[in-house]
């Protein structure tokens, strides 16, 4: 949090405590000078800068709370669309070189390093693909993956998202617990055929 008070550091000062309702009220005005806005345990904190953006610092949990698509997502999107707006708002120019995105894009399978949380995900398809492993471990171990992907922000192209979501979407629908199995939920075998769906896309 002092990376993003360095930068008004020099600026008057004004510390108050405010509700949602009145900090809401506060934002959704123009604002005619930056905007520090910290969490009151300290955890967190947002910067509302005066070109329009903002920048968000925290602790672990903060981070997985409030950018849930993962930090280097987040900074791709912002590079994005301060080219965009690069003879309109020549200082986000400042902003992404200050904070660049750390993860090249992965656009296919084949180009996802070992020891990410996408491999880990792609390791549990293949395998669940092929028997390897029973639809709950294969649930469990691509959500994990899929939790260190966002945590250390992995980003991959958009087929590969869309795949990856498509799993994600057919997990939600599958239940971990038979018991709890409900009409509409997947089974253990048609769960399986969506995975396998995805893998054959890949020619693997």
């Given at each position: 949090?002092?990376e993003?008070?360095?930068?008004?550091g020099?600026?008057?000062?004004?510390?108050?405590?405010?509700?949602?309702?009145?900090l809401?009220?506060?934002?959704?005005?123009?604002?005619?000078?930056?905007?520090?806005?910290?969490a009151?345990?300290?955890?967190?904190?947002?910067?509302?800068?005066?070109?329009g953006?903002v920048?968000?610092a925290?602790?672990?949990?903060?981070?997985d709370?409030?950018?849930?698509?993962?930090?280097?997502r987040?900074?791709?999107?912002?590079?994005?669309?301060?080219?965009?707006?690069?003879?309109?708002?020549p200082p986000?120019?400042?902003?992404v070189?200050?904070?660049?995105?750390?993860?090249?894009?992965?656009e296919?399978?084949?180009?996802?390093?070992?020891?990410?949380?996408?491999?880990?995900?792609?390791?549990?398809?293949k395998?669940?693909?092929h028997?390897?492993?029973?639809?709950?471990?294969?649930?469990?171990?691509?959500?994990?993956?899929r939790?260190?992907?966002?945590?250390?922000?992995?980003?991959t192209?958009?087929?590969?998202s869309?795949?990856?979501?498509?799993?994600?979407?057919?997990?939600?629908?599958?239940?971990?617990?038979?018991s709890?199995?409900?009409?509409?939920?997947?089974?253990?075998?048609?769960?399986?055929?969506?995975?396998?769906?995805?893998?054959?896309?890949?020619?693997?």
């Amino acid at each position: 949090m002092s990376e993003l008070a360095d930068g008004i550091g020099r600026q008057p000062l004004s510390v108050a405590a405010v509700s949602q309702k009145s900090l809401a009220e506060t934002i959704g005005d123009r604002l005619e000078q930056p905007l520090l806005v910290a969490a009151s345990n300290l955890c967190g904190a947002l910067l509302f800068a005066e070109h329009g953006y903002v920048l968000i610092a925290g602790d672990t949990a903060f981070l997985d709370g409030a950018a849930v698509e993962g930090v280097d997502r987040l900074r791709a999107q912002f590079e994005r669309a301060a080219r965009r707006l690069a003879t309109r708002v020549p200082p986000l120019q400042d902003v992404v070189r200050e904070f660049p995105s750390q993860n090249v894009l992965w656009e296919s399978f084949r180009e996802v390093p070992a020891g990410t949380g996408t491999a880990d995900q792609l390791m549990a398809m293949k395998s669940f693909a092929h028997d390897g492993i029973s639809a709950p471990e294969f649930a469990k171990a691509w959500l994990a993956g899929r939790r260190k992907a966002l945590r250390d922000g992995e980003r991959t192209g958009k087929q590969l998202s869309s795949d990856m979501q498509e799993i994600f979407y057919a997990i939600e629908d599958y239940s971990f617990d038979m018991s709890l199995w409900e009409p509409g939920n997947l089974t253990d075998d048609e769960l399986r055929a969506y995975v396998q769906r995805v893998v054959l896309r890949w020619g693997d």
